[in-house]
């Protein structure tokens, strides 16, 4: 597949069907992710690839987590607030979602187990969690953010991988919102840091949520260009 093509293609997943993703197709996708730039080569990733029944058991902790009333708590903070202009288009964003899932603002039922679905991690079969040791980004009183940014670069390079054998992924911070549940599962110690998951499978095209396409800002919004003619 084209790169450009895969680029076009690539959107978040939010409905997957069950279908078991083979361990050579993973494999494939990671050996070539690890491609990806990083800061003087450190490659600051480190990755628990999971389906099976160690997923079945995160999913079932995390929902009972959330029934539980525990708030999200991921290792890298996120954000507090959403200034203008990101407010509308988070909004936005989360706005089309609900409509294509056929949920009004004001239901408050259905709404809640939307989010449910999320920590349920769409139902995907596979998910691979991207984590990094501590000691690199926690720095004195300070923090050296490049190692989040590299994880972005091979996120990206899964993401477009993936497109290529036909499956579906999303990015989830939701995949990560109880870092202890996943610490306990996978076995994953406290010297490292869990960044964010990507739910991967064949999306189920007949789910509405997965026409969705998201708005992009126009080129001339966000460029400058200089020294062009
Ligand atoms: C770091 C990161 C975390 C995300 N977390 C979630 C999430 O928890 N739940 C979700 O539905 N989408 C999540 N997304 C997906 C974004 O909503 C999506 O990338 C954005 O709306 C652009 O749409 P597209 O991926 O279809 O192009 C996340 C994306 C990124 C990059």
């Known amino acids: 597949m084209d790169i450009v093509e895969a680029i076009n293609q690539r959107k978040s997943i939010r409905a997957f069907k069950s279908d078991h993703v083979p361990k050579e197709i993973m494999k494939e996708i990671m050996e070539l992710a690890l491609r990806a730039p990083s800061w003087g080569n450190t490659q600051p990733w480190e990755f628990a690839i999971v389906t099976g029944k160690e997923l079945e058991e995160i999913r079932q902790a995390f929902v009972k987590k959330a029934a539980e009333g525990h708030n999200p708590d991921t290792d890298i903070p996120r954000p507090r607030g959403f200034p203008q202009p990101y407010d509308t288009r988070y909004r936005t964003l989360g706005r089309k979602v609900l409509e294509l899932k056929g949920i009004s603002r004001e239901d408050k039922e259905k ?96 789910d509405p949520v997965n026409q969705l396409r998201s708005e992009r800002e126009p080129l001339d919004n966000v460029s400058t260009w200089y020294g062009f003619d």
């Open 111 to 206: 709404r809640g187990r939307w989010l449910l679905q999320g920590l349920r991690l769409f139902e995907a079969p596979c998910v691979i969690y991207i984590y990094i040791d501590r000691s690199f980004y926690q720095q004195g009183d300070g923090l050296n953010i490049w190692p989040v940014f590299d994880c972005g670069l091979v996120a990206e390079n899964i993401m477009l991988l993936a497109t290529r054998y036909g499956l579906g992924t999303i990015p989830q911070i939701q995949a990560v919102v109880y870092p202890d549940v996943l610490r306990k599962v996978l076995g994953i110690p406290d010297s490292k840091l869990i960044v964010l998951g990507i739910s991967v499978g064949y999306p189920d095209w007949d």
